[in-house]
């Protein structure tokens, strides 16, 4: 018995020699000292069971633990007493081991990385009772060297969880303490959860809202704003329209197209494609210039500029800029920002609304912020304000890019007064004007023979003014004309105080409008024999009624007038032009240019149903009447608009369709009525006789 006792005692110093040198050594982490008193106990459990002498008896499992916890209890205490004793600051020793040992595990249970100990350290302090221990409690195993420990961190949650709980049970006396449970684990998870969600929901809701609702910074293709296809084109802005790819930049001069000219700058512009012919009409003058030529003639003088004037390429023919300048009040400037050439032209003088840029923004092709960027502005840039578009400004840049800036980005909006910088004088074209009311007469005349009724047909009017007897008639394509002019017939009206307007028509059938007006020469050729059967019969004027001309024919008829006017002007003739009622089927006839060059403009106030109608009518109601005069008004000037009255009326017959003919025009314009109609036009005075007649009837 005593020598078991001295064995069990032995065997207890030396648990409490290890635990001392366990909780001594400086640096060394937690998980060293667990597992050596781990490993400790569990080897003494194995030797105590396995090498037992045969004649030793048998104890009990449990009263060798309580044996075991009581020793290891005993150490606990001394230790906390050594500790107490111990001063601050000492090392090496028993209490502050154990201390450095529970600071470790707090650390690594708070989440703290606990710092490696000086290896000094280690070898003064636990190299030696470590060895010690080992051999005191194990017999021959091993020391657990600081890698083999590194690798059991390494080993997963489940061995660090034990190890974890070992040594919570070496703190507490040996007493297995479980590890507290984390309650709000689960409220942490789910708020995380919670906060990811809404983050990420926030940076797709975002995302989606600038994508949709931000500001584009695609940049538009000005070669396609100006719908450019070669590198010799210019993009042209005219005031603020943008009209495309119309100019040519060659040997550093502007060149625009005739299209762009007539339609935008100066339409007595004409390019003759027949004869390779620019011509430009003055008053009193002709200007004419030849395809490639620096020349240009005025009636018969020669003039030259130090550039071409004229250009073709292709089919198209180019206007230097610079020579449409001398007959246009317009300037012009050049542009070649952002690597696209283009070419602005201002003509409207006047006043103009302006707003300067408040902050830096951009031009954009439309009102939106998802449209291309046309152009940055900068703040304190001018522009000048078109028109209002929502919450949009359209604007025309100082550089001739018209888009949209955003209202908010604009300031000091008001109205200003742009005029030239050049001194332009707009070419007069004088007109004759008579100081009394024009009332006029046409009379148709056949013959020669018939001319010898004009006596006997004046004596019928009353305030008659002016007469036009039909005259002439254009006789073919080349301008040629047939003449039954009688100077007789001018001297009889001259007596009667009557001045002879003769008039000129198209109605030959062998006539080819277009044909007739689009070639120089034959217009010229037509001119002149009006102007010379005109100076030969005496007459003081000619009036002009070419009717059913072609829309594509409308530019060549109205330069032919242009012609016509000159040289009425230079021989004092009178030129009057016979008109429609204005509707927009013969805008191509030009009254706003006739009531320029001309010196009167009648407008035909009858025909508003005519032989071929579909349907029996007026000639000339009131309102169809009136309408004509309001509308032609907005184009002539008051004292140059004279309105035709008809003296004649129609007499209609109607016959009611039968139903094989209202089928056969059935979806056509003739089956949206019932009848057919006929018609007889009658004079005054036929039409006097035949009322009476109808009254005698009933």
Known sequence: MDERRRASEERGNSGENTERSVRSRKGRTEEDAVRRTSGDRTGERKRTAGKRPLDTPMRAEGSTDRSRISREKAADGAGRTARNRRPAGSTGSVSAGAGRERSSDAGRMSGERVPKRKASEARSTGTGRQAEAGRSLSGERQVRSPRDIQSDRKAGNSRSGAREQAARAAAYGGVPVKKPKKKNKVLRVILTTFILFFAIAGLLGGAFYWTKYGPSKEKYDLNTYFEITSDKQLGVTVDNQVIGAQGLMEEERAYVSYEAVRDYLNDRFYWDPNENLLLYTLPTEMVRVDVGSKEYTISKETKSEDYVILKTDGSTAYIALDFVQQYTDLEYTVHDKEGTPRLMIVTDWGDVTTAVVKRDTQVRYRGGVKSPVLAELEKGDKVTVIEDVSDWKEVRTEDGLIGYVKKTALRKEKTEQIQSSREFTEPEFTSIHKDYKINLAWHQVTSQAANSTV????????????????????????????????????????????????????????????????????????????????????????????????????????????????????????????????????????????????????????????????????????????????????????????????????????????????????????????????????????????????????
């Open 455 to 698: 006596l006997e047909t004046i004596a019928k009017t009353k305030g008659l003014t002016t007469i036009s007897p039909t005259w002439f008639s254009v006789a073919d394509n080349a301008g040629n004309i047939t003449s039954i002019a009688s100077s007789d017939y001018v001297n009889y009206a001259h007596q009667s105080g009557i001045e002879v307007w003769a008039l000129v028509d198209n109605f030959g059938s062998e006539v080819d409008q277009m044909e007739l007006l689009s070639h120089t020469t034959a217009r010229e050729n037509l001119v002149n024999q009006l102007i010379s059967a005109a100076l030969q019969s005496g007459i003081d004027g000619i009036n002009v009624d070419f009717e059913q001309i072609p829309a594509a024919a409308g530019e060549h008829y109205i330069q032919f007038i242009r012609e016509l006017s000159v040289k009425c002007r230079l021989n004092n003739l009178v030129l009057s032009v016979d008109n429609y009622v204005p509707k927009g089927y013969n805008e191509h006839y030009h009254k706003k240019e006739q009531g320029i060059v001309a010196d009167y403009v009648i407008i035909m106030g009858y025909d508003e149903h005519f032989g071929g109608s579909l349907e029996a009518g007026s000639v000339a109601s009131y309102n169809y009447v009136k309408e004509g005069i309001e509308e032609s008004l907005k184009d002539v000037p008051a004292e140059k608009l004279i309105n035709g009255v008809p003296f004649y009326t129609r007499l209609w017959k109607e016959v009611p369709k039968t139903e094989e003919e209202l089928a056969e025009q059935e979806g056509t314009e003739e089956g949206n009525y019932l009848t057919n109609v006929t018609s007889e036009a009658l004079g005054m005075e036929a039409a006097s006789k035949t009322c009476q007649q109808c009254r005698r009837d009933r």
